[in-house]
């Protein structure tokens, strides 16, 4: 795993924070329909097609996953965070 620099960590904590605010439909599976977050996804993995190896596509990527997972978690925990 590649370490971050400053810059790709003030990117990765901004970009976070910008993922939490996007909407997701309520549904069987809220994470996985049609919503901001998965079609936030599908952009960054078309990009990833189009320009392999830019680092600010690996980190939306990796946090765009993160968010899932955390809001997978509070559905399992009832959203008690």
């Known amino acids: 795993m ?3 620099t400053p810059e790709e960590t003030d990117f ?8 939490r605010k996007k909407k997701v439909k309520q549904s069987l599976n ?3 329909g049609y919503d901001e977050l ?3 996804l599908r952009k ?6 189009a320009t392999p190896g830019r680092r600010g596509e690996q ?5 765009i996953l993160k968010e899932i997972v955390r809001r997978l978690d509070l559905d399992r ?5």
């Open 38 to 40: 998965s079609d936030e």
């Open 44 to 49: 960054v993995r078309s990009q990833e097609l």
């Open 30 to 32: 809220p994470h996985f």
């Open 2 to 4: 590649v370490s971050d």
């Open 77 to 81: 925990h009832g959203r008690k965070g």
């Open 59 to 63: 980190i939306k990527n990796e946090e």
């Open 12 to 19: 990765r904590n901004r970009y976070a924070l910008e993922l």
